[in-house]
């Protein structure tokens, strides 16, 4: 279902900017632009990966690195997923190949996804004068409530949630979660996360900034970050795959009201599309295969034992 969406979603964008122009302005993108921006993408796994070490360090989790690694990667096949919500599955792998509780490791996804958001947040408000009222009040709301979201999560009304019957049988297993949750939810951790997110998404918002001026379709940088942030944040709010429809017409659009054509807004949003969540999605399947011949390592965390 993904694979068909996103074929439409990309002949869509392409009938749009007028399909023969579009594709003539893909093709004429010098090689050294395109390599500049997989290098800027792969910047974002990289920082992405340097936060989500930390925060397992942070935990104490004892992973080796080479399989830290892969299960960081194997990560972003889940790209395709709603609000990427599918990264859950590195905590199952981390439990597969070396036996760490879900329970333990699930604090540092959620984590990640939770400053994910406000680092794209606050790098779309940076450039807040640029962008259309409507979107200012959807990055402002997302704020307020991933904020909250985050306050609710380390609150006491949260642990009284494992107290209800209905989630009594797995009341050690949340515990144990929220405790991890608190300590990456510290401030001095807090900062570290949402700064080497911040750091992440500028190189993507960067990597669209070079895409354009490679078509001959440039703008100001700060308006190419804001963009980029501000189509990322709807394309999440829309819930579809990898931010499928949401991402691409809000980028679009917005790329219009800069300034650039039909055919430079179609044509580059079909190439930062590419080089972010396809690039991303083909490197979480290479990571996944490579992870399938390593063998079971015992970790020094003893599971949690569930509740009967």
Do not use: H
């Not at 996103?6 to 050294?32: H, S």
């Not at 947040?121 to 807040?128: C, H, K, S, V």
């Amino acid at each position: 279902m993904p694979a068909v969406l996103a074929v439409g979603v990309f002949v869509a964008l392409a009938g749009y900017g007028d399909f023969r122009g579009t594709v003539d302005e893909i093709g004429n993108l010098p090689v050294r632009y395109l390599f500049a921006a997989l290098g800027l993408a792969s910047v974002n796994y990289l920082l992405r990966f340097v936060r989500w070490a930390f925060y397992l360090s942070v935990l104490k989790i004892p992973v080796p690195a080479g399989v830290s690694v892969l299960v960081f990667l194997s990560g972003l096949a889940m790209s395709l997923t709603p609000g990427k919500a599918g990264e859950l599955v590195k905590c199952y792998l981390l439990n597969s190949r070396t036996g760490v509780p879900i329970s333990r490791s699930a604090p540092v996804v959620v984590m990640e996804r939770l400053t994910d958001v406000i680092a794209v947040i606050i790098l779309g408000l940076t450039g807040f004068a640029l962008l259309p009222a409507p979107i200012i009040a959807v990055l402002a709301v997302a704020l307020v409530v991933s904020v909250a979201g985050l306050v609710f999560g380390v609150s006491r009304w949260a642990s009284r949630l494992a107290g209800l019957p209905i989630l009594s049988r797995w009341s050690s297993l949340l515990r144990d979660s929220q405790e991890g949750f608190r300590e990456l939810a510290a401030p001095r951790v807090m900062a570290v996360g949402v700064a080497a997110g911040a750091a992440a998404w500028f190189a993507e918002g960067l990597a669209l900034w070079v895409i354009l001026k490679g078509i001959g379709s440039e703008i100001d940088l700060a308006r190419a970050l804001s963009i980029y942030a501000a189509a990322t944040l709807v394309g999440a709010l829309t819930a579809l795959p990898g931010g499928l429809v949401g991402t691409e017409g809000s980028m679009l659009a917005l790329l219009q009201q800069s300034g650039v054509t039909r055919v430079g807004a179609s044509a580059g949003t079909v190439l930062v599309r590419l080089v972010t969540l396809w690039f991303a999605v083909a490197v979480g399947l290479a990571a996944l295969l490579a992870l399938r011949r390593v063998p079971k390592i015992e970790s020094e965390l003893s599971p949690v034992p569930e509740e009967s």
